[in-house]
C-alpha cells in the first residue's frame, strides 16, 4: 500500500504538492470514491481518476520508441539530442532510460522504461532475448556470410560473437538477428564478411514487432500483454 499523493506523483503529470492540492480540492477519486486526504492508503493497482480522467499510477512504465538518426540513446547530453528530448515534460519525470542503445545513425525500436530489472532481462545474453534488423550493405549478402554469422564471428579486435542469423532479401537487403549487444555489434558483423553496413534499422524485439503506425521519433505506451512478448522468442539460435 502507497500513500495517495505519492501515487499521483508517480504518474508525471504532478509534483507531490500538486497531488496533496488536488486531494484536499476533491477532485481525485479512487475506486470511484472521492478522497480527500493525501496520506490515504491505496495498492499500486488501484483506480484513480482526477477530475473524472484515469492517471496511470503504475510505478514501472514501459515505451517503444521510433528511434531517428541523429539522436544519442541517452539520458543526457550537453551538447546533442537524446532519446529523452523527444518525450513530452511529464514522462520525462519518470525516471526513464533507454533499453540498451542503437547508434547514433541506427534508426527504429527502441524500448524506454524506468524498470531496471526488466532492462536488464532484456539486454542480457542470458535470457537470450532476440533482436531483429533490416540492413542495406555495400555488396550483396550470400550462403557463405549466413554460415559464418551462424558459426559465431570473430571481429577484427578478437571480440567472439554469439552464433546469429543472416538472412539475404535480395539486392542490398538483408535481415539479422542477434541475441547479445556488443558495441556497434551488427555493424562490425557485417563488416567482418567484407559487407560493410550502410544503413540499419532495428525492427522487433523478442516477438514484439515496431508498431508501424509509429513514425520516426514517435511513441507510445505497451499493452500489458506486449512486455511479455518481448521475452517470447528467447533461445532461437
Known sequence: MTRLDKLLAQSGLYSRSEARDLIRARRVSVGGEIASKPEQKCADSAEIRVDGEPVNCARFRYFMLDKPAGVLS?????SQSTVLDLLPAELRRLGLFPVGRLDKDTTGFLLLTND??????????????????LARTAAQTGPEDVRAFAEGLTLADGTRCLPAVLEPLGGSRCRVLVSEG??????RMLAAVGKPCLELRRVKIGALELDPALHPGGFRELRQFETGLIFGSSQCF
Open 74 to 78: 541517452a539520458t543526457d547530453d550537453k
Open 116 to 133: 531496471g530489472e526488466f532492462a536488464h532481462r532484456v539486454i542480457s545474453p542470458r535470457y537470450g532475448v532476440v533482436k531483429t534488423y
Open 182 to 187: 556488443k558495441y556497434h555489434q551488427v555493424k
